[in-house]
């Protein structure tokens, strides 16, 4: 039975054949992906992989920044400004935008 850290699937599992003719298997950990936008989906630019420095220096610093692109923040501030003119209401705004366009509105 593996070590209970290893049951998890943030292991991946290596199948070797050691030089004595065993099947063993190791594990290791998943290779992390890039951070993507929580609204469309797209791999986010201008964030640094590399792990030095901490979070606060790899991501960018504006609004919404590490969370959404550049496109979907722009549609964000645009929805919000709409709202708060009271040009459209906040129903007329799809699910995932809704909050963060109610986020923006409480700042």
Same mark, same amino acid.
């Not at 699937?9 to 070797?16: A, C, D, E, L």
């Not at 054949?17 to 063993?24: A, D, M, Y």
């Not at 992906?33 to 791999?43: L, N, V």
């Not at 969370?67 to 009271?86: F, H, M, P, W, Y």
């Given at each position: $039975?593996?070590?209970?850290? *290893?049951?998890?699937?943030?292991? /991946? ?7 004595? +003719?065993?099947?063993?298997? *190791? ?9 993507? @936008?929580?609204? @469309?989906? #797209?791999? =986010?630019? +201008?964030?640094? $992989?590399? /792990?030095? #420095?901490?979070?606060? %220096? ?7 920044? #590490?969370?959404? @692109?550049?496109? @979907?923040?722009?549609?964000?501030? /645009?929805? #919000?400004?709409?709202?708060?003119? +009271?040009?459209? /209401?906040? +129903?007329?705004?799809?699910? %995932? ?6 986020? =923006?509105?409480? *700042?």
């Amino acid at each position: $039975m593996p070590k209970p850290m *290893h049951r998890s699937r943030s292991f /991946k599992r290596v199948n070797k054949v050691t030089s004595t +003719g065993r099947n063993v298997i *190791h594990y290791r950990r998943a290779a992390t992906s890039a951070p993507h @936008c929580a609204i @469309c989906r #797209g791999e =986010l630019n +201008g964030i640094s $992989m590399s /792990k030095a #420095g901490g979070r606060t %220096r790899r991501t960018n610093n504006r609004l919404f920044g #590490g969370v959404l @692109c550049a496109n @979907c923040t722009a549609d964000i501030v /645009k929805l #919000g400004s709409r709202v708060e003119q +009271g040009d459209m /209401k906040l +129903g007329d705004i799809g699910i %995932r935008q809704r909050a963060y366009v109610l986020q =923006l509105m409480s *700042h």
